[in-house]
């Protein structure tokens, strides 16, 4: 196992950030969109934050929807937003971390997340990146009918 540290260095996200995780469920656990939520590995050391979504607000070509979300004690984040359907996926993501590729805060492009582009938030509090995702994921739904 490595030292505290280790993870800590200027190319790290750092250690997962638990008390923003659960702040983050305790949001999505009110949420009309959201069916239900799920730490992984468990909800006493949580590294990612699971939210499915719920089906009947998708057309039914959509199988299955989720966000998948991942906040680090530096204040970077991966909020992963996925749909699944018979016979591909669509999904973008929010990140912001170290990379070569892009700015720390960027935005993978649907429909397969591969284009990425730089990204301008107005706020990293993590409510505000959640509403700012949200809203992004109700568009979604509303193009998709």
Same mark, same amino acid.
């Given at each position: 196992? @490595?030292?505290p540290?280790e993870? /800590? @260095?200027?190319? /790290?996200?750092?250690? +997962?950030?638990? =008390?923003t995780l659960?702040?983050l469920?305790r949001q999505?656990a009110?949420?009309s969109? &959201?069916?239900?939520? &799920?730490?992984?590995p468990?909800?006493?050391?949580?590294?990612?934050?699971?939210?499915?979504? %719920?089906? @009947?607000?998708? +057309?039914?070509s &959509?199988?299955?929807?989720?966000?998948?979300?991942?906040?680090f004690?530096t204040?970077?984040?991966?909020?992963?937003y996925?749909?699944s359907?018979?016979? %591909?996926?669509?999904?973008?993501?929010?990140?912001?971390?170290?990379?070569?590729?892009?700015?720390r805060?960027?935005?993978?492009?649907? +429909?397969? @997340?591969?284009? &990425?582009?730089?990204?301008?938030?107005?706020?990293?509090?993590p409510? %505000?990146?959640?509403?700012?995702?949200f =809203?992004a994921?109700?568009q979604?739904?509303?193009?998709l009918?």
């Open positions: 196992m @490595g030292s540290t993870n /800590s @260095g200027p190319n /790290s996200t750092g250690p +997962p950030d638990r =008390q659960r702040l469920e999505l009110s949420d969109l &959201v069916a239900e939520t &799920v730490f992984e468990d909800p006493y050391e949580p590294r990612l934050l699971r939210a499915l979504l %719920d089906s @009947g607000r998708y +057309p039914e &959509v199988t299955a929807t989720r966000v998948d979300i991942r906040w004690t204040d970077d984040f991966s909020i992963h996925l749909e359907r018979e016979d %591909d996926n669509w999904e973008c993501r929010w990140d912001r971390h170290p990379n070569p590729h892009n700015t805060l960027h935005f993978h492009e649907p +429909p397969r @997340g591969s284009e &990425v582009s730089d990204l301008e938030l107005s706020s990293l509090h409510l %505000d990146v959640y509403s700012n995702v =809203q994921v109700e979604r739904i509303v193009s009918w």
